[in-house]
């Protein structure tokens, strides 16, 4: 994270953690340079542990280091009529100073990387534009533009065997819909990807440069980025869904086995038994059944230029043409070209 500016923590910290909290199921109320939120109990326990009980805070947020000036006195309470339910009296009786490293910030920073990751940068990709041979072209120029990218890393995990989750890296230009993988990004050790970590950098393109808009939502993006990482793996080897598929066959049979020895011995009652088998069948169904999870665990929004050549004939110099040249789509048909053969 870049160096805050003055009056960071004042405004984007504030905003943050008010979002943060309201969207966590507490209730939040602003009251002039202070926030106040009541935590019922199960939020705060979801938020902090089993331990937690419900509690009302009251946050400010210093925009200069403490001691820089005098602060205002809060409230004893929670503004009346202003937040259903929540007229709890704080438990202290000064306001707790929210900023960068505090107690109050890492909590809430533990539990969104708990709950997942995401990162927003831009891809740093070289691709030289070439002039058209010959006599015939003229006023040629190349300029660089800059698409949108969703990147969502993708776990895949296969129940019933003793086969080790796999992790993928698919990416979808929310711009024009190519789709990008199953090694987008290196998450997956020993695995070639078409992009190092060197040529992720945070920030946003520079400033003056050409951005297209995303024609496709992110859920559907996610989709198309979960549809390809399904077809992917229906394309590997399969002898493991086999051997699974043995496995549940071979307990199945040692269940019946089981059940008619007690069947034949007469120590059953008949509702009982009945349901034991049922139960105990739906157990090993779904300890061996042959079947593959898989869901995103990292996301990442990011620019990727796509460098556009423009140029005109000379035949017909009232006319240009642009062509778009991708370096991460012709990477990618580099190693799909590389592997066919």
Avoid at 22 to 35: C, T
Avoid at 96 to 116: A, D, K, M
Wanted: proline fraction near 8%.
């Amino acid at each position: 994270m870049k160096n805050p500016s003055p009056g960071w923590e004042h405004e984007e910290l504030r905003s943050f953690v008010q979002r943060f909290y309201g969207l966590a199921g507490a209730q939040v109320q602003a009251a002039g340079p202070f926030l106040f939120v009541h935590l019922p109990e199960d939020v705060a326990r979801v938020l902090a542990g089993p331990w937690a009980r419900e509690e009302t805070l009251c946050l400010s947020f210093p925009a200069e280091p403490s001691g820089a000036r005098e602060q205002a006195a809060p409230p004893d309470s929670f503004p009346p009529d202003e937040v259903a339910g929540a007229g709890a009296q704080r438990a202290s009786g000064e306001p707790e100073p929210v900023t960068l490293g505090s107690q109050r910030l890492n909590q809430i920073v533990t539990y969104v990387r708990s709950r997942g990751r995401a990162f927003a940068g831009t891809l740093h990709l070289q691709l030289a534009g070439r002039q058209p041979a010959g006599p015939s072209w003229a006023h040629w120029a190349c300029r660089r533009r800059w698409e949108p990218l969703l990147a969502l890393q993708i776990r895949v995990q296969r129940p019933g065997t003793n086969l080790q989750d796999e992790l993928f890296s698919w990416g979808v230009n929310l711009a024009r819909g190519t789709l990008y993988g199953p090694n987008l990004l290196p998450f997956a050790p020993g695995q070639p990807a078409l992009l190092s970590w060197d040529e992720l950098q945070e920030g946003r393109p520079p400033a003056g440069e050409e951005c297209r808009q995303a024609r496709l939502r992110s859920s559907d993006a996610a989709a198309a980025a979960l549809l390809g990482c399904i077809a992917h793996v229906a394309r590997e080897d399969a002898s493991w869904a086999l051997e699974a598929q043995q496995r549940l066959k071979a307990e199945l049979e040692a269940l019946e086995r089981y059940y008619q020895h007690l069947s034949e011995e007469g120590q059953d009652e008949e509702q009982k038994y009945l349901r034991g088998r049922y139960l105990r069948t739906q157990e090993e169904l779904d300890r061996w059944r042959p079947r593959i999870r898989l869901w995103p665990t990292s996301a990442a929004w990011l620019w990727t230029p796509v460098y556009v050549s423009s140029f005109v004939p000379v035949l017909s110099r009232r006319q240009s043409h642009e062509i778009g040249h991708d370096p991460l789509e012709a990477r990618q048909a580099e190693r799909s070209h590389t592997t066919a053969r």
